[in-house]
């Protein structure tokens, strides 16, 4: 099946620093998103971003498909943004693989 | 978007138990998914579960541990059957939008 991996797989920042997640696929996907999961365990979208750039406030992310990967970027952190950030694909049976996740702290 | 709700939140169980959880969808979809996720790891996939028909599971779960009920368009439940301290997880229900996932709170299991 398809492989997703994601790095760092742990982050620490400083509030108000900017950071870049990445997340490679092994294969070609009709389908990327990125999700962050706070303390709590919520689970929420971040964008649907099979290609290009979106941008929505502080974050921002850009795929490249044909080179087979995403990056999200963090501008400004917060402590609010702490948690972890999944980057998911979806295969060629519609079923969306996550990656392992990045660990995000932003320290006051 | 949808609006994902989960019972119970979380639960502490006994070994060789069994809990199920609850899932509410505010609007009608076709397929509903279950995930787990161990404490710190990443969300697997335990199956997917059409109004009408048996559960999909996927590798390494099966529907007599998990069993899966799908009564209508807006409801399912996911029961952990005979469990055991492995079973500690975070269970996800979500469902599919226009673009994106959506998911539920989750409910936390600790089983002792």
């Known amino acids: 099946g398809i492989q997703v991996e994601q790095s760092p797989p742990d982050l620490i920042l400083q509030e108000g620093a900017n950071s870049t997640l990445r997340c490679n696929f092994s294969d070609s996907v009709n389908n990327l998103q990125w999700f962050h999961q706070n303390p709590w365990g919520q689970l929420i979208n971040l964008f649907y971003?099979?290609?290009g750039t979106k941008q929505n406030g502080r974050l921002s992310a850009t795929t490249v498909a044909t080179e087979r990967y995403s990056l999200l970027y963090i501008s400004s952190s917060q402590t609010t943004d702490s948690g972890v950030y999944f980057c998911?694909?979806?295969?060629?049976?519609?079923?969306?693989?996550f990656g392992a996740g990045t660990q995000v702290v932003v320290t006051p | 978007s949808a609006v994902i709700s989960q019972k119970p939140s979380r639960d502490i169980c006994q070994r060789g138990t069994s809990l199920t959880i609850q899932c509410q969808v505010d609007s009608q979809v076709t397929m509903m998914f279950w995930y787990r996720q161990q404490p710190g790891q990443s969300l697997t996939l335990i199956a997917t579960a059409n109004q009408g028909s048996e559960a999909t599971y996927e590798s390494g779960f099966v529907i007599d541990k998990f069993p899966i009920s799908r009564p209508n368009l807006t409801f399912s439940t996911l029961t952990v059957s005979n469990m055991s301290p492995e079973d500690s997880s975070i269970y996800l229900c979500?469902?599919?939008?226009?673009?994106?996932?959506?998911f539920g709170p989750g409910t936390r299991l600790l089983v002792l």
């Open positions: 971003i099979p290609s």
């Open positions: 998911a694909v979806t295969d060629s049976w519609g079923k969306l693989q």
């Open positions: 979500s469902v599919t939008g226009k673009e994106t996932q959506y």
